[in-house]
């Protein structure tokens, strides 16, 4: 029996401090070659994230009635890139310049950040984490030519086999996420591997286990007990991100909530800041449910009774976040 | 529980804006309870640095505020009345004056510094005016030596640069007051190329200053402390730095500071490292307790009905005295922040999610999650009255002087006021003018931090002496690639900065 580990991320607490990104860097990705590649980011919302305005391609890409489309390749400079400053010519050979970058960016990763929408004070963002979703239905491993693409029985761990790959990016194409990255050096595409030698030894991934605000929940989706399931399918408020792509992602989102908006007397009025259309735009239908069960046990919680989401969001003991070995097979 | 941070403070009128907050605690029953209050930081309390550093054991240090230093050296007086008029610059310097003739200010920059010695922070950027500082001061110093982890402005302006290892090259532990954890720095690395430990440095430092000493038969140099009279004798230098041969090694000096530091477990440094954190004693709930190794001040007064140090010994919102003459002062009520006339907007400037201060700030995967340079955020309808948009480069301007920034155009900021991380090192900028050579705010010396003998209004350095202020003051922008606008008229500072 095929088993599948998921991951959730509650937008709720997530500060963009970006340690996640700079934990799976400097795990994975900082070798010549992958200087572009963050397999783990995270993005401001509503703004066109990384690679720039990947959601164009994604409409693009992924399942249509039954068959892979492929939706085309991003331009270099859409992942922003990192590149060395002229600490030498400014501190050792006495030049006038500025320090800088050798190559000014000009897009990025990051480029949008807290680059808000709407009208001060009403305006409104938020940060969203990005990894590989580890589909239950892959875009990347059908588009792949040589199979080298697989998905593991025992956690559904999407991989890319750097032995088989011949680089045909036909995988780059076929993720609506755009989540798969090209090695120039190496001529492979390489993705998130959710740090699979960390879940063997029953270790959360780097991007989960350093997120300083403790948001991110990793375990199987078959485990009853874990918190995957009780989010996703008990509470259900816990939801993919364009699930209209087809490809059955399995990392969830709670998505966050709506403060009001002010009055023009500075009063909180009943209009919520982030339009629901937009959140439903990424995470679909279930997002008002989802927001109407965190606001009554919020409730429940703040008249002294006890929730079970409410003490699994704010997760006083970092533990509960995780149920990755041990895990009681139903 | 009001946790202010060290933001208010950096407003000319922050005391008037905690005293509200303080006043209004009280009168909401919020005072001398759990949760209630207000609180800037727990500032770690180790006795063992009062010990090493302070109390006689080891070298004895003085700390002056250097806000009256940069006064007396800077012309503070001339920055003022070029800023904000001369009745403003009249005013504090009237009361600069007075504190200096009653005795209130013992160490107020009477004498320029012959050499500096800078560690710990990029001294020649992080002042209020920086620019001015590193004109006006830092010039005039003859030597000016610089134990830095990396390259920085600081670095730039001196004779001799010590290069210090990097956090995970050396031992040594961290304390932060709004978490209860003894947190260790262990070295992972040996330090890079020529750096190392900067306790090493000190160590080494004092040693050949004791050799000169005792070669040129230096008698000891007389000096005062906070009113009490002291020698110090260079020709011991080694042996009192180094506790007389006791302290040899970072890791040593690390396990002193545990060993003589009430509420630390006593356990040693490789304990330590080998847990990787420890927690206090007593340092449950918002506010740590008396046997928790941070600061008790708080409570002692509300739950072990210890006097306040003010007049009254309780709580005091009311100042009635001649030396807070001005009635606005006596109580804590509104006064407009102070600005530069012609300049519409207020910049503010805050700590950076992606560093602290000016360390780092140059590492290019860190540049590659921002805009790959120092950029300034500013309202959508602001930018579009300058025909600026976001990514372009624009000029931000006051009578002090201008700087350089890319525009991040976003609705996150009110219309009216612009805002940048502050930390960007000069180095980064065009001209290598950062927002120090705008920030005219150097010379406000609060006449109420002046006072001394008032109760609690005393001199006392780190908890009431004159602080620099950042944020009184207002710019306007302009895009980078169009001729500057001409200067304001009548306004001579303009056309200097400009010429």
């Not at chain 1, 890409?61 to 010519?89: C, F, M, P, R």
């Not at chain 1, 509470?235 to 403060?259: C, F, M, R, S």
């Not at chain 2, 006043?23 to 006795?47: F, I, V």
Request: glycine share 8%; net charge neutral.
């Amino acid at each position: 029996m095929p088993r599948q580990i998921a991951m959730v991320i509650d937008l709720n607490k997530c500060i963009g401090c970006q340690t996640c990104t700079a934990a799976c860097k400097s795990l994975w990705t900082d070798e010549a070659g992958q200087e572009n590649m963050l397999w783990n980011n995270v993005e401001t919302k509503p703004g066109p994230g990384y690679p720039k305005n990947w959601e164009e391609k994604g409409a693009r890409s992924g399942w249509k009635d039954g068959a892979i489309q492929l939706g085309g390749l991003h331009e270099d400079e859409d992942y922003g890139n990192v590149s060395t400053l002229n600490h030498e010519e400014v501190y050792f050979k006495g030049t006038e310049q500025r320090l800088q970058r050798k190559e000014p960016l000009r897009s990025g990763a990051n480029w949008d950040e807290d680059v808000s929408s709407g009208d001060f004070p009403n305006n409104y963002h938020f940060y969203m984490p990005r990894l590989c979703n580890h589909c239950t239905k892959p875009a990347c491993l059908e588009a792949c030519p040589v199979r080298a693409i697989y998905k593991r029985e025992q956690d559904g761990i999407v991989l890319v086999d750097q032995d088989k790959c011949v680089g045909t990016r036909m995988c780059n194409q076929a993720c609506p996420y755009d989540k798969v990255y090209f090695n120039h050096m190496v001529s492979k595409s390489q993705k998130c591997v959710f740090c699979f030698p960390r879940i063997e030894k029953g270790e959360a991934p780097a991007c989960a286990r350093q997120c300083p605000g403790r948001l991110r929940f990793v375990g199987y989706l078959d485990d009853l007990d874990g918190p995957i399931a009780k989010l996703v399918h008990k509470l259900k408020v816990a939801l993919p991100l364009h699930a209209e792509y087809g490809t059955e992602p399995n990392v969830y989102y709670v998505p966050p909530l709506l403060p009001q908006t002010f009055d023009e007397e500075g009063r909180f009025s009943d209009r919520s800041r982030v339009p629901l259309e937009y959140l439903q735009g990424l995470f679909g239908a279930g997002v008002e449910p989802a927001l109407a069960t965190i606001a009554a046990e919020m409730a429940r919680r703040k008249s002294g009774e006890p929730s079970e989401l409410m003490d699994l969001l704010i997760a006083k003991d970092w533990k509960s976040l995780f149920k990755i070995k041990d895990v009681q097979l139903v | 529980m009001i946790y202010a941070g060290f933001r208010s403070c950096k407003w000319l009128h922050g005391d008037k804006l905690q005293r509200a907050w303080l006043l209004m605690c009280a009168l909401t029953g919020n005072t001398g309870r759990e949760g209630g209050g207000m609180q800037t930081t727990q500032l770690a309390n180790s006795d063992g640095v009062v010990k090493f550093a302070f109390a006689g054991l080891g070298p004895r240090a003085k700390i002056a505020a250097l806000s009256v230093w940069d006064y007396a050296r800077g012309d503070g007086k001339q920055l003022n009345a070029k800023t904000y008029g001369d009745k403003t610059a009249n005013h504090l310097d009237e009361h600069y004056r007075q504190a200096i003739g009653n005795g209130w200010l013992p160490d107020y920059g009477k004498t320029p510094w012959k050499m500096a010695f800078m560690a710990g922070h990029n001294t020649a950027n992080w002042r209020a005016s920086g620019t001015r500082f590193r004109e006006t001061v830092l010039a005039k110093v003859d030597t000016i030596v610089t134990m830095t982890p990396d390259m920085s402005v600081t670095a730039m302006y001196s004779d001799y640069v010590l290069p210090v290892a990097h956090h995970y090259e050396r031992q040594d532990f961290v304390m932060e007051g709004h978490t209860p954890f003894i947190q260790v720095l262990d070295r992972a690395v040996p330090p890079l190329g020529e750096s190392e430990d900067d306790w090493q440095i000190m160590a080494r430092l004092a040693k050949a200053i004791s050799a000169r000493a005792i070669a040129r038969e230096l008698e000891p140099v007389k000096d005062n402390i906070y009113g009490q009279p002291v020698a110090h004798d260079y020709r011991n230098l080694e042996q009192i730095f180094t506790l007389n041969g006791q302290i040899g090694s970072s890791r040593d000096i690390a396990q002193f500071l545990i060993d003589n530091s009430d509420g630390m477990p006593k356990i040693s440094f490789e304990e330590l490292a080998r847990r990787g954190f420890v927690r206090g004693d007593d340092s449950e709930g918002t506010q740590f307790g008396k046997k928790s190794p941070f600061s008790y001040q708080t409570l002692a007064s509300t739950q072990d009905k210890q006097p306040y140090a003010t007049l009254t010994g309780r709580q005091q919102f009311l100042f009635r005295s001649r030396l807070v003459s001005e009635g606005r002062e006596a109580l804590p009520v509104y006064v407009a922040p102070l600005a530069i006339e012609g300049y519409p907007l207020r910049l503010t400037m805050g700590h950076a999610r992606h560093g602290v201060h000016s360390i780092y700030r140059d590492d290019p995967f860190l540049l590659s999650l921002q805009r790959g340079e120092p950029d300034i955020h500013v309202n959508p309808g602001d930018a579009r009255l300058r025909r600026v948009k976001d990514g372009d480069l624009v000029r931000t301007f006051n009578s002090l002087g201008s700087f350089v920034a890319m525009a991040r155009v976003t609705a996150a900021i009110p219309s009216g006021s612009m805002f940048m991380f502050h930390g960007w090192d000069p180095m980064m900028f065009e001209g290598r003018q950062n927002f120090g050579a705008a920030i005219p705010t150097a010379a406000l010396l609060k006449p109420t931090s002046l006072v001394s003998q008032y109760g609690h209004l005393n001199y006392n350095p780190l908890e009431y002496a004159p602080n620099q202020t950042y944020h009184d003051y207002t710019v306007d922008f302009e895009r980078h690639d169009l001729k500057p606008s001409a200067p304001k008229s009548g306004d001579r500072s303009a056309a200097v900065a400009r010429s």
